[in-house]
């Protein structure tokens, strides 16, 4: 591990908020459970497989984190916090710091998420607490 202690910055956001912008200006080194179900550039969603593409979106990370790569966004909606803390306990097993940023732009859903999943994510969210996140990954 270099000097500098690695970065995480977990990016979270309704969609159409300017997630995958602001981590793409943070890290060269992105991932997101959307890259699941991207292939050759084409965006097909499954809602059947979210949880496939989560883990594998968890899993890119791990491996990433086990190889020393820094600084890594994660970004996702992450809503609630049960959502993060996979992240946070990644984080804290492999020596990474964490930024998480919230972003909040209306940028529209470039996966045409309707707007009523929209307000439903938005009614369910949750402020980001490092220390209540990594407890719910613990006693998970």
Known sequence: MSALQPMLYIVRGLPGSGK??????LSSTCFSADDFFTRDGV??????????AHESCRV???????SGVHPIAVHNTFSRLWEI???V????????????V?????YGSVHG??????????QRWQQYDYEHALW???NK
């Open 20 to 25: 995958t912008t602001l981590a793409e200006a």
């Open 136 to 138: 719910l990954e613990k």
């Open 102 to 106: 919230t972003t909040e732009g209306s």
């Open 43 to 52: 965006y097909t969603f499954d809602p059947s497989r979210l949880s496939a």
């Open 89 to 100: 306990l990644l984080a804290k097993q492999h020596g990474y710091r964490i930024t998480a």
């Open 113 to 122: 998420v309707p707007g009523h999943t929209i307000v439903r994510m938005a």
């Open 60 to 66: 890119r990370v791990h491996k990433a984190m086990s």
């Open 85 to 87: 803390s996979p992240y």
